[in-house]
């Protein structure tokens, strides 16, 4: 029988660099998140209130996304804003990949929640001559977005764990990192290994992150004691 001798010793010495790898994941994360939720909100409204020609435009959009693999979306925007002479960074293009992939899912999430709302209380709210601002705003957005918010809590997590696919344009967050680290100490077991554990600390952290901003944003999920 074969044995293995494990070389995490081997690591050590590279532990900076995939914490500056896990550095990127989360800064890359955290821009996609927010400049992705603003754009599946608007997508959503639009879909749900917007022109015949909007709303076919932007189900248009979501279709082709949600369709599509990440790793093609990324080459797309990587080498078509270059072939178009305009030049960014593999973590510029990174980015508006993923605001581009989640924007989808966060439209069709934040849609969902949207239709639960009542008509009637929609209605209401006009009866009482709030503007149609106003009415989105506190009766049709704020609980939709509570209905939902644990959904797009795993939404965003899914979306930092699916940003590993940004290393193949040579953006140099944690996968890439790890690619780097066993090419260099042939440790390719213990270093993804350690690549995971990296992620999965991540994701507790993100949850964590979302949970209390939960409970700060939303009174609600506090009294009911609502958990992600």
């Known amino acids: 029988m074969m044995s293995y001798e494990w ?3 081997d690591l050590l010495p590279y532990w900076p660099e ?3 790898g896990a550095w990127l994941t989360l800064k890359l994360s955290a821009w996609a998140t927010v400049l992705g939720f603003g754009l599946g909100t608007t997508s959503a409204v639009a879909r749900h209130r917007g022109p015949p020609w909007l709303k076919k435009l932007v189900s248009c959009y ?3 996304i949600r369709n599509t693999p990440l790793l093609v979306q990324v080459f797309l925007v990587y080498f078509g804003i270059a072939s178009l002479g305009v030049r960014v960074n593999a973590n510029m293009a990174a980015v508006l990949a993923l605001v581009l992939n989640v924007g989808a899912y966060t439209c069709e999430i934040v849609r969902a929640g949207i239709e639960s709302v009542q008509r009637s209380q929609i209605e209401a709210g006009e009866c ?7 009415v989105y705003r506190h009766i049709v957005l704020a609980p939709a977005i509570e209905r939902v918010y ?3 809590t795993s939404q965003y997590v899914m979306l ?3 940003s590993s696919i940004t290393s193949q344009i040579s953006a140099e967050e944690l996968t890439a990192v790890a690619n780097r680290v066993q090419s260099d100490t042939f440790r390719a077991f213990e270093t993804y ?3 995971g554990l990296v992620y999965l600390v ?3 952290v993100i949850r964590l992150i979302f949970w209390g901003f939960g409970q700060l944003v939303f009174p609600r999920l506090r009294r009911l004691g609502t958990s992600l």
């Open 7 to 9: 070389g995490f010793s």
């Open 18 to 20: 995939l914490l500056a």
């Open 62 to 64: 979501v279709e082709i």
């Open 128 to 134: 009482l001559g709030l503007s149609w601002m106003q």
């Open 150 to 152: 644990p959904a797009l």
């Open 160 to 162: 930092m764990l699916a």
């Open 193 to 195: 290994i350690a690549a």
């Open 202 to 204: 991540l994701s507790f």
